[in-house]
Nanobody
Framework: QVQLVESGGGLVQAGGSLRLSCAASGMIFGINHMGWYRQAPGKQRELVAN???????NYGDSVKGRFTISRDGAKNTVYLQMNRLKPEDTAVYYC????????????????WGQGTQVTVSS
């Protein structure tokens, strides 16, 4: 069974920082990219950031310059360092990964974590 397990969410004051982690486990034999999306109440899910296996990164416009995504390939883990948080960053943050899984057809698929709540108070 493939799992994406997130951690690191919580409550923080505006201007503060949080670090999210997401670890992928299961019969994985390759990962194309990993990333983070978020969904606030009443809004659509949006891209926060993603990172490819080669290290290329992509950020949503609202987080550029404040958030940094990184990845530990050996641990199948992706991190999101969030600085200078704003109340509008409040949302459930979801980890996403495109991975190759053994004994699954098709082997390549997109997977989601269960989500972690980030709340930024003003």
């Amino acid at each position: 069974q493939v799992q994406l397990v997130e951690s690191g969410g919580g409550l923080v004051q505006a201007g503060g920082s949080l670090r999210l982690s997401c670890a992928a486990s299961g019969m994985i034999f390759g990962i194309n990219h990993m990333g983070w999306y978020r969904q606030a109440p009443g809004k659509q899910r949006e891209l926060v950031a993603n990172i490819t296996s080669g290290g290329s990164t992509n950020y949503g416009d609202s987080v550029k310059g404040r958030f940094t995504i990184s990845r530990d390939g050996a641990k199948n883990t992706v991190y999101l360092q969030m600085n200078r948080l704003k109340p509008e960053d409040t949302a459930v943050y979801y980890c996403n990964a495109e991975m190759y899984i053994r004994n699954v057809v098709p082997a390549l698929g997109a997977y989601w974590g269960q989500g972690t709540q980030v709340t930024v108070s003003s």
